[in-house]
């Protein structure tokens, strides 16, 4: 029998009644011609049988459903024009609808795809740039009109919502702030979180999943101040009991210290950073610094508890360790994202973003501006590469990690391999997680003119300079 999830990337819904699921997948097990055009198959996962529940749509890349398991939309993107496109349907046997069919020119946007569809009607919760913030609405999916805001966090884009296990109820949302929260409006789930952090501290109790009863809880406890680890939690005895590490070599280790601040650039616009302390250097003046820019470059952004790999470690070693945020990342509306795609921003304006914090850090005596390195993956390892060509009195070395050196380059191939291409422009709608065209960085078509900064010139590299493509 062929397994009905073969290619099978998605979970769209989970039956929790009669325990099958609704799997989008790539129907490509005789032929490579539809590859990206999926179809939905229903899969009983005790027997392994399948039906199919949604065709393929030559114009659909990525399906959605509802609460009850029915497909209710179809997302396609051009990536020759920049337009976005969602069909829509109320009922299972009514045909599908083009609702939205949109470029957004600055990229910086949010489409208002559903997040959640509300049971019984034609309305959806969505997120939405609408007044400058990503905020919370209801629309309704046949006209796209919004209503007032439902939910918002004054100064920063909301980054999604929490729903119950099956996809029909809002329980929280997802918040940012310098750092990444599950903020909870169901009372249950609220009371549970609140209960959790009296022992593991404020933010570090995730709550990982429940039973429906709420009576077992797997919590991810840590993370901030120890690293973490996951326990089950049984809220009728009160009992908690660790399932594993995190890091098994580490246990519960303590962390250095990380804190979301405030810096402001040489232009007058202030800047949040993520900052980890060496705890062994703690009150110490002029310690030596690595800034790490994210990657990206637009959209993205650091957290207190994101999942870094090199903050800790670098900090154990003695070393400030500061992400910035700088303009034209995520988070904080869509005025300060378009900041970074402004003549003059790459490269440019978002690279002098990184050399004040040295200035600003340095006037307060933390770090020495002379013993400051700058380390990135992707995007963080262009600016750290550019950082080492434009400013090599600047960084005494540069670590750039799968990085790009060679714009003009990139362009060419990117016009030349991309443009036109599904799977260039393919980025998932999820219910879950916030879908944004204006991820994709390299676009075809839409680069700023300070895109093109080459980087040939490497005999005025005086920085010490690591490059990695991994």
Not at 379 to 401: F, L
């Amino acid at each position: 029998m062929q397994q009905g999830w073969r290619d099978a990337g998605q979970i769209l819904n989970i039956n929790h009644d009669d325990g099958t699921y609704l799997l989008q997948r790539d129907s490509v097990a005789t032929s490579t011609e539809r590859w990206g055009i999926p179809e939905v198959v229903e899969v009983d996962v005790s027997d392994g049988s399948y039906k199919t529940v949604q065709r393929t749509n030559p114009v659909v890349r990525d399906w959605v459903a509802d609460g009850n398991g029915m497909v209710r939309a179809g997302f396609n993107s051009d990536s020759k024009n920049g337009k976005v496109r969602m069909l829509y349907r109320s009922e299972n046997d009514a045909n599908f609808k083009t609702v939205y069919n949109e470029a957004d020119a600055s990229f910086t946007g949010t489409l208002p795809s559903p997040r959640m569809f509300i049971p019984g009607t034609d309305d959806a919760y969505v997120i939405s740039r609408e007044d400058g913030y990503d905020k919370l609405y209801r629309m309704n999916m046949n006209t796209m009109q919004l209503g007032e805001p439902i939910f918002e966090v004054e100064g920063y884009d909301l980054q999604g919502i929490i729903t119950n296990q099956d996809n029909t109820k809002v329980v929280g949302y997802y918040t940012f702030d310098g750092t990444m929260r599950r903020v909870f409006t169901d009372p249950t789930l609220k009371a549970i979180k609140d209960g959790l952090e009296e022992v593991f501290g404020q933010d570090e109790a995730v709550i990982v999943d429940y039973t429906d009863d709420f009576s077992k809880v797997i919590v991810y406890g840590g993370g901030m101040r120890r690293e973490g680890g996951y326990y089950l939690y049984d809220t009728q005895s009160g009992s908690l009991r660790l399932l594993n590490w995190t890091r098994t070599a580490l246990k519960d280790a303590p962390l250095n210290p990380v804190k979301a601040e405030w810096y402001t650039a040489s232009d007058g616009t202030r800047i949040q950073a993520i900052v980890t302390y060496p705890r062994h250097r703690m009150g110490e003046k002029n310690l030596p610094v690595v800034v790490m820019p994210h990657g990206g470059p637009f959209g993205v952004q650091s957290a207190t508890n994101s999942a870094e790999p090199w903050n800790q470690p670098l900090a154990e070693q003695g070393y400030v360790v500061i992400q910035p945020n700088y303009r034209g990342s995520g988070g904080y509306g869509r005025a300060f994202e378009e900041m970074g795609r402004e003549p003059g921003g790459y490269g440019k304006r978002m690279q002098d973003d990184l050399n004040d914090i040295l200035t600003a850090y340095g006037e307060k005596g933390v770090i020495d501006p002379n013993r400051a390195c700058i380390m990135g993956w992707s995007y963080g390892g262009y600016a750290a590469a550019r950082g080492a060509q434009r400013d090599p009195n600047v960084w005494k070395c540069a670590i750039a990690g799968a990085g790009v050196y060679d714009m003009p380059l990139m362009n060419k191939w990117d016009a030349r391999n991309l443009a036109g291409s599904t799977v260039a422009s393919r980025r998932r709608p999820r219910i879950q997680k916030a879908f944004r065209p204006h991820a994709i960085p390299m676009a075809p078509g839409h680069r700023s003119s300070s895109w093109r900064q080459s980087m040939t010139r490497v005999s005025r590299w005086n920085s010490p300079t690591l490059s990695s493509t991994i």
